[in-house]
């Protein structure tokens, strides 16, 4: 993509409506157990979100939408090697990136722990957890954990004995919220922290709009 404008659209919209692989596993696996039709719920408003942030933003954001022309050269067999080096190289530039980042998010959370801050944030936002998402205030830890892997924290709801219509809020508002650290990584790379940061917001405004609306009932009815 040659502009920026259409860089924070997609890097966007691929953070805050398309699931890694590892969270689709288990929210096929957690929400899945209380039948498909709730699974189909999650990725139909995932969906959904990504066409209506993906129009506003398209609207909203000021800039140029050059024409896509892609040259596509003959289709060779691979050579290991190079094909080898270049993956390496790859890889080692996002470790490089991404572990100093994970390791110092591991450090505060732990530190956040110890001193009682998950428990001071439970009480400050259960009125925002209860009243607007419909979930228990310990919820709010898996939220903070989110940071880390998002993954873990839907099956560390697992233990609070959630209904299914609080597992689908939990599993999109996970899918949407504030990007794990490998994501905003490479976010920071690819947009910049400015940039970033408002992408972030974005990401949190949305996750509990949708959230709310999940928790009314008022998106669910559409599926």
Not at 24 to 43: C, E, K, P, R, S
Not at 121 to 149: K, Q, Y
Not at 166 to 172: G, Y
Not at 206 to 223: D, E, F, I
Request: aromatic share 10%; net charge positive; proline share 5%.
């Amino acid at each position: 993509l040659e502009s920026k404008r259409e860089r924070f659209i997609a890097a966007t919209l691929i953070a805050v409506a398309i699931p890694c692989a590892s969270l689709q596993a288990m929210i096929v696996g957690l929400v899945g157990d209380f039948g498909a039709h709730y699974v189909a719920i999650v990725y139909g408003t995932l969906f959904l979100v990504w066409v209506v942030l993906g129009m506003i933003l398209h609207r909203l954001m000021k800039g140029y939408s050059p024409e896509l022309i892609i040259e596509i050269p003959r289709y060779r067999w691979p050579v290991p090697e190079p094909v080898l080096r270049k993956l390496w190289a790859r890889v080692r530039g996002f470790l490089r990136e991404a572990l100093p980042v994970f390791f110092a998010a591991i450090l505060v959370i732990n530190l956040l722990y110890l001193i009682g801050a998950f428990d001071f944030l439970a009480r400050i936002t259960a009125p925002l957890m209860f009243h607007l998402l419909g979930l228990p205030p310990d919820s709010v830890v898996a939220i903070a954990i989110g940071f880390l892997r998002k993954d873990v924290a839907l099956g560390l709801l697992a233990p609070l004995s959630l209904t299914a219509e609080q597992f689908v809020v939990a599993a999109v508002v996970l899918a949407m919220f504030f990007p794990c650290v490998a994501t905003f990584a490479v976010l920071v790379r690819e947009l910049g922290a400015r940039d970033t940061a408002k992408s972030a917001a974005i990401m949190v405004i949305a996750a509990l709009t949708v959230g709310t609306l999940l928790n009314l009932g008022l998106l669910s009815r559409l599926w």
